[in-house]
Every structure is written in structure tokens, then in C-alpha cells.
């Protein structure tokens, strides 16, 4: 084989491992957190608590709004809704577990949505919440 044949195969291969491993990554993420799709009414988004039976994390996708929004249960039994837009250049962030990852520039952010790796500077948007009946109301304004 010469020069040639073998770095054009390589690269070829090389390619191939990168599409698999990029395809892995988000099949993992999108199997391993619930996402509850929904709509928002009246600037407000509902969310049932019984969903958070078996978790407590929910990636909320909002019809109509740009962005995903991260919902934790906490210790006290509140519940916490942070926009997850990079604070950086508004990328759309992954739930990581430990918290959220922005895979433009490599920003992180703890679950409080506080940055623990830049460039990110500023924290992540945070909603109010309130649970009415069985429902928990994320306020969007
Ligand atoms: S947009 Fe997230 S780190 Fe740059």
C-alpha cells in the first residue's frame, strides 16, 4: 500500500469511529433522562409532579420555545427550572447528570446552574415555580 492509499484510508476510517462515537453520545443522553414534551399557556408551562416518581430530573421541552428547560426536584420537595441556554453564546446545553455541558466552547454548570467551567461567565436563567393541585407551574415570564 503506498503513502497515499494509506493515509486516505485511514482518514476514511477515522471518520467512520467519530460518526459512531458522535452517534452513541446522543442516543445515551436522549435514553438516559426523561424529556416531557408539552405546550406553554399564558407564559406558563405545567409540568405533572407525578412524573418525578421515577426521577428527579426532567428535560422540558416547551412547543414553540427555543430552548429546553432543566426541571430537579429538590431535597425540600421545591422544584427548580432553569433555562438551558449557554450564558456564553446562547448553545443549547446537555443534562449531564452532574449538572449541564455546552458542547460549542466547553462551558459547564453545576445543578444550581452556577458556571464551573468557562467561558461562561454568568448563570444560567432560572424560573420561578409553584406546585398547584398536581401540577408544577414554571413561570416563564
Ligand atoms: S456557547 Fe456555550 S461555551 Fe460558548
Not at 426536584?73 to 456564553?88: M, P, V
Request: hydrophobic content about 40%; glycine content about 8%; overall charge positive.
Amino acid at each position: 500500500m503506498d503513502r497515499r492509499s494509506f493515509v486516505k484510508q485511514s482518514c476514511t476510517m477515522c471518520l467512520a469511529v467519530g460518526a459512531g462515537l458522535v452517534a452513541a453520545s446522543a442516543l445515551s443522553s436522549c435514553a438516559t433522562l426523561p424529556v416531557y414534551k408539552t405546550t406553554i399557556g399564558n407564559n406558563k408551562v405545567s409540568v405533572p409532579v407525578s412524573l418525578f416518581a421515577q426521577s428527579d430530573f426532567l428535560v422540558i421541552q416547551p412547543k414553540d420555545m427555543l430552548y429546553n428547560i432543566g426541571l430537579r426536584k429538590e431535597k425540600d420537595g421545591s422544584y427548580a427550572a432553569l433555562l438551558l441556554r449557554c450564558t456564553h453564546a446562547d448553545n443549547q446545553l446537555v443534562a449531564t447528570g452532574n449538572g449541564f455541558r455546552c458542547n460549542l466552547h466547553g462551558s459547564s454548570f453545576d445543578k444550581q446552574g452556577q458556571v464551573t467551567q468557562g467561558p461562561a461567565e454568568r448563570s444560567l436563567k432560572k424560573y420561578p415555580t409553584e406546585i398547584i393541585a398536581d401540577q408544577i407551574i414554571i413561570h416563564l415570564s
